[in-house]
């Protein structure tokens, strides 16, 4: 399996950016996926998940400004991110995962493809 993102960039606060993240490989509809992402000297963190059903959740940081989605025709997921701050500068990462349950859908270590991430800059 592989995983491609992109539609990272440079935007202004308040500003918006969709990223995408395509997966090859197998089947996407039999995934869950996730976003992380992780700020330079920082750790990776959650950002938000879609399950193989269409139910999300999202850490509570990104509440009401992100929004994930996911095309099982294009086996794509994505990740809209609306009225962005600085502290949303960071590499995002995308993941997919076959066995993410609801006790561990927030770990790392349920999802088991990565793509290589994407950079967001959002500056002030």
């Known amino acids: 399996v592989q995983l491609q993102a992109s539609g990272g960039g440079l935007v202004q606060a308040g500003g918006s950016l969709r990223l995408s993240c395509a997966i090859s490989g197998r089947t996407f509809s039999s995934y869950a996926a996730a976003w992380f992402r992780q700020a330079p000297g920082m750790e990776r963190n959650f950002v938000g998940a879609i399950n193989r059903s269409g139910g999300k959740i999202y850490n509570d940081p990104v509440k009401g400004r992100f929004t994930i989605s996911r095309d099982n025709a294009r086996n794509t997921v994505y990740l809209q991110m609306d009225s962005l701050k600085p502290e949303d500068t960071a590499v995002y990462y995308c993941?997919?995962?076959?066995?993410?349950?609801?006790?561990?859908?927030?770990?790392?270590?349920?999802?088991?493809?990565w793509g290589l991430g994407t950079q967001v800059t959002v500056s002030s």
């Open positions: 993941a997919v995962g076959a066995s993410v349950i609801s006790s561990n859908v927030r770990s790392q270590s349920a999802y088991a493809y």
